[in-house]
Nanobody, 120 residues
Framework: QVQLVESGGGLVQAGGSLRLSCTAS?????MGWFRQAPGKEREFVAA????????NYADSVKGRFTISRDNAKSTVFLQMNSLKPEDTAVYYC????????????????WGQGTQVTVSS
């Protein structure tokens, strides 16, 4: 009964911007964004609590990415600015009720992922 759907990925040149969206059905969760590049482990990017009052970011994206949510639309966003080639990965939206926000194992629900490719 829980469904998460990401959108907004694509190809962009270094220094450009993208805005990812994730629509979540079922209920309002604490939400997170993770990413995974080929041959690498899943990596925490950003998290936001159910009300949007608390936000956390990985050091690698702090100051460049912004997470937000619109609960009226059941949607969480990830605004990505000043993109770098090392940001290239599949980005996943995830939801959880409680746990350590930066650990993927704490999340119960996952979207299908959206590809972000940043060219030099």
């Amino acid at each position: 009964q829980v469904q998460l759907v990401e959108s907004g990925g694509g190809l962009v040149q270094a220094g450009g911007s993208l805005r990812l969206s994730c629509t979540a059905s079922g209920r309002t969760f604490n939400m997170g964004w993770f990413r995974q590049a080929p041959g690498k482990e899943r990596e925490f990017v950003a998290a936001i609590n159910w009300s949007g009052s608390a936000k956390n970011y990985a050091d690698s994206v702090k100051g460049r990415f912004t997470i937000s949510r619109d609960n009226a639309k059941s949607t969480v966003f990830l605004q990505m600015n000043s993109l770098k080639p090392e940001d290239t990965a599949v980005y996943y939206c995830a939801g959880h009720l409680s746990g350590t926000y930066y650990l993927a194992e704490a999340y119960h629900y996952w979207g299908q992922g959206t590809q972000v490719t940043v060219s030099s």
